[in-house]
T-cell receptor, first 115, second 112 residues
Framework: NAGVMQNPRHLVRRRGQEARLRCSPM?????VYWYRQLPEEGLKFMVY????????ESGMPKERFSAEFPKEGPSILRIQQVVRGDSAAYFC?????????????FGEGSRLTVL | SQQGEEDPQALSIQEGENATMNCSYK?????LQWYRQNSGRGLVHLIL?????REKHSGRLRVTLDTSKKSSSLLITASRAADTASYFC????????????FGKGTMLLVSP
C-alpha cells in the first residue's frame, strides 16, 4: 500500500550544481503535482503533469527549473545551477484524475539545502 | 497574493479544549480542503467541503464554509497532544484542475 514516494528525502548541493528530485505517484494515479515550501510558509504550486505532458506550469520559475513525467518511471523535478534561494522542501502530490473533485496525496518531501 | 489565508498564525491550547482555525480566500472556488502537516512531514488530507455545502463533520473535525464571505473554519473538538501540527486550507481553481492553492497555515500546539 505504497503512498507517494519521493527521493531523496534530503539533498545538499553547492551553488551552481544541479538537483534532481524524483516522485513516484500512488499506484493507479496518473496526475502529479509539485509544490515548494519555504520555512514557515505554505505550499506554493509549481507544476502539474500527466504522463508525458505538462498541463500547468504557471508556478515554475522561467529559468533553471524543469519537470517531466515520462511514460515509464518517476516524475522528475530538475533544478539547474542551484542558488541559495532554492533551499526549500519540495513536495510531490498525486491524484487519480486531474479534476478538482478530490484530495491530493502528498509524499514526505525532498528537502534541498544549497550551501 | 495568497488565495487562502489562515488565522491565527499560531494557537496554543490545553488538551481537551477546542481549537478553531479560520481561512479566508479571494476568488470563487469549487471546493475547499483542509490539510494537516506534522513537523518535517508531508501533508495529510483531513476534509473537503464543496461550494454548495455549508458544514461538514468528520470525527472530531467540523468544517464550515461561507461562500458569501469567502471564508471557512476548522474546529477540532476535545483536542489531544497528537493534534499538534500545522493546519492548512487549500482552494482550487475553477479551471477544472486540482492545482490547489494553500495558505500559510495555522500552527497548533496542544499541551498535555
Amino acid at each position: 500500500n505504497a503512498g507517494v514516494m519521493q527521493n531523496p528525502r534530503h539533498l545538499v548541493r553547492r551553488r551552481g550544481q544541479e538537483a534532481r528530485l524524483r516522485c513516484s505517484p500512488m499506484k493507479g494515479h496518473s496526475h502529479v503535482y509539485w509544490y515548494r515550501q519555504l520555512p514557515e510558509e505554505g505550499l506554493k504550486f509549481m507544476v502539474y503533469l500527466q504522463k508525458e505532458n505538462i498541463i500547468d506550469e504557471s508556478g515554475m520559475p522561467k529559468e533553471r527549473f524543469s519537470a517531466e513525467f515520462p511514460k515509464e518511471g518517476p516524475s522528475i523535478l530538475r533544478i539547474q545551477q542551484v542558488v541559495r534561494g532554492d533551499s526549500a522542501a519540495y513536495f510531490c502530490a498525486s491524484s487519480p484524475s486531474g479534476e478538482n473533485t478530490g484530495e491530493l496525496f502528498f509524499g514526505e518531501g525532498s528537502r534541498l539545502t544549497v550551501l | 497574493s495568497q488565495q487562502g489565508e489562515e488565522d491565527p498564525q499560531a494557537l496554543s491550547i490545553q488538551e481537551g479544549e477546542n481549537a478553531t482555525m479560520n481561512c479566508s480566500y479571494k476568488t470563487s472556488i469549487n471546493n475547499l480542503q483542509w490539510y494537516r502537516q506534522n513537523s518535517g512531514r508531508g501533508l495529510v488530507h483531513l476534509i473537503l467541503i464543496r461550494s454548495n455545502e455549508r458544514e461538514k463533520h468528520s470525527g472530531r473535525l467540523r468544517v464550515t464554509l461561507d461562500t458569501s464571505k469567502k471564508s471557512s473554519s476548522l474546529l477540532i473538538t476535545a483536542s489531544r497532544a497528537a493534534d499538534t501540527a500545522s493546519y492548512f486550507c487549500a482552494t482550487d481553481k475553477l479551471t477544472g484542475y486540482s492545482t490547489l492553492t494553500f495558505g500559510k497555515g495555522t500552527m497548533l500546539l496542544v499541551s498535555p
